[in-house]
């Protein structure tokens, strides 16, 4: 039933933009809080982005920041990742991920299925 369905990837030249969707169902989405992740074949899967259940917070992987925003809206059930000034250095397959402490001794999370975005000439 819980369902993190992804959208927006594809192939985009150096420099140019992007921008991923999530749609979430199955959960109250309004308290989790949201992230995305990415992964390229023999790497550890890193955090890129992530924000809070209300939005009121958000933080950024280094090599992202300044040309990546993460934003939600609770009333439409979205999260989103707008990627600029993209290199090709940030080829990977896109996750968009769940997570939220619900009280003492639970913890939930919920991971998408991945999204491929390809920078390349």
């Known amino acids: 039933q819980v369902q993190l369905v992804e959208s927006g990837g594809g192939l985009v030249q150096p420099g140019g933009s992007l921008r991923l969707s999530c749609a979430a169902s199955?959960?109250?989405?309004?308290?989790?809080?949201m992230s995305w992740y990415r992964q390229v074949p023999g790497k550890e899967r890193e955090l890129v982005a992530g924000i809070t259940s209300t939005g009121g917070s958000t933080n950024y992987a280094d090599s992202v920041k300044g040309r990546f925003t993460i934003s939600r809206d609770n009333g439409k059930n979205l999260v989103y990742l707008q990627m600029n000034s993209l290199k090709p250095e940030d080829t990977a397959v896109y996750y968009c991920?769940?997570?939220?402490?619900?009280?003492?001794?639970?913890?939930?999370?919920?991971w998408g299925q991945g999204t491929q975005v390809t920078v390349s000439s």
């Open positions: 199955g959960f109250t989405f309004s308290s989790y809080a």
């Open positions: 991920y769940a997570e939220a402490s619900l009280g003492p001794g639970w913890f939930n999370h919920y």
